[in-house]
């Protein structure tokens, strides 16, 4: 059974609007994280989250942002989408947020905005 | 500048052959290391951690990390068809719940049968 869940695998966007994209993970992690992968960039550290709270923010628009609804859920909503913003996003967890936890990644949210 | 380099950008290895991937950062705030494998169409997934100067070995797979010089590099001996996919060297200063890990951007391991 996977055990990171990220819905839906694809997507398509038009310009200018919003989407969600789910995590949810089962692992009984603490921490969860977003990472973009686009055929431009390496994979990118977006947020990190620990215990429901951010820890970490390396988006520089505010058009990304992280939902933490429960403790193995972080969710992320993108709105005003543009082109540049087609990449696959990866959730990825560990069971803390410090040195030496091994981040678990799920199978991506492929998303193309056209 | 990226701060984690890998090179090269791709390698082929015959089936049974060694493959030898390397990796060096540029920010000395990195200090510990993960080589991550992603197969096509699937999420990165953990190969091996490397805090310490030296070698590690876990199975086929040998991880060296030279920290003076922050490189490390990832052998691996009898290299077989399934091991075809893109490796990821990740670094983290590893600064308490701050655990970001920096990419390269990937070699691509081609192992011909």
């Known amino acids: 059974d996977p055990k990171i869940i990220q819905k839906p695998k694809y997507l398509v966007a038009v310009t200018g609007s919003e989407k969600i994209l789910i995590c949810e993970q089962y692992?009984?992690?603490?921490?969860m994280y977003w990472y973009r992968q686009s055929a431009k960039k390496p994979l990118e550290f977006m947020f990190s989250?620990?215990?429901?709270?951010?820890?970490d923010n390396q988006t520089a628009s505010s058009r990304f942002q992280p939902q933490s609804s429960k403790k193995n859920h972080l969710d992320l909503q993108i709105t005003a989408l543009k082109p540049d913003d087609s990449a696959t996003y990866f959730c990825?967890?560990?069971?803390?947020?410090?040195?030496?936890?091994?981040?678990?990644f799920g199978p991506g949210t492929r998303l193309t905005v056209l | 500048q990226q701060k984690v380099q890998q090179s090269p950008e791709s390698l082929s290895v015959p089936e049974g052959g060694m493959a030898s991937l390397n990796c060096t950062s540029s920010?000395?705030?990195?200090?510990y290391f993960w080589w991550y494998r992603q197969h096509s169409g699937e999420g990165p997934k953990a190969l091996m951690?490397?805090?310490?100067?030296g070698d590690k070995k876990e199975g086929r797979f040998t991880a060296h990390l030279n920290k003076a010089s922050l490189h490390v590099s990832l052998h691996i001996r009898d290299s077989q068809p399934s091991d075809s996919a893109l490796y990821f060297c990740?670094?983290?200063?590893?600064?308490?719940?701050?655990?970001?890990?920096?990419f390269g951007k990937g070699t691509k391991l081609s192992v011909k049968s």
């Open positions: 990740a670094a983290s200063d590893g600064g308490g719940s701050n655990a970001k890990l920096t």
């Open positions: 990825a967890s560990s069971q803390s947020g410090g040195l030496g936890a091994e981040q678990f």
């Open positions: 692992l009984g992690h603490n921490a």
């Open positions: 951690s490397i805090f310490s100067d």
């Open positions: 920010d000395r705030n990195f200090q």
């Open positions: 989250y620990s215990y429901q709270k951010l820890m």
